[in-house]
């Protein structure tokens, strides 16, 4: 079975750092565009981070720029996501996600992802 699995969520203090991980099993993710997206109470989905297939591609919301970093070593079936100098409003549930095909490009659309996993909670106190 085909599946993603994020996990690294925690509830910290402005400031601080974490890294999110998105274990991929099923098969091998070293040929799809995979990004990260976060959900906070009472709003929609939104775009945080995505990286190309290749890797060499990284896309980041404007509130994240220079603060989150996303990386997809080819050695490990796995996503990262650095997130330094958390703030309040960084509290969400993130998702990690994977494109349905190998080899398209990274975007910054969710429906442009079809594999996702079930999320990992990240509270952010002032």
């Known amino acids: 079975q085909v599946q993603l699995v994020e996990s690294g969520g925690s509830s910290v203090q402005a400031g601080d750092s974490l890294r999110l991980s998105c274990a991929a099993s099923?098969?091998?993710?070293?040929?799809?565009?995979m990004g990260w997206f976060r959900q906070a109470p009472g709003k929609g989905r939104e775009f945080v981070a995505s990286?190309?297939?290749?890797?060499?591609?990284?896309y980041y919301a404007d509130s994240v720029k220079g603060r989150f970093t996303i990386d997809k070593p080819d050695s490990k079936n796995t996503l990262y996501l650095q997130m330094n100098n958390l703030r309040p409003d960084d509290t969400a549930v993130y998702f990690c996600a994977a494109r349905d095909q190998e080899y398209l490009v990274a975007t910054t659309e969710a429906r442009d992802f079809g594999l996702w996993g079930q999320g990992t909670q990240v509270i952010v106190s002032s």
């Open positions: 990286i190309s297939w290749m890797g060499t591609s990284k």
């Open positions: 099923g098969r091998s993710f070293s040929t799809y565009a």
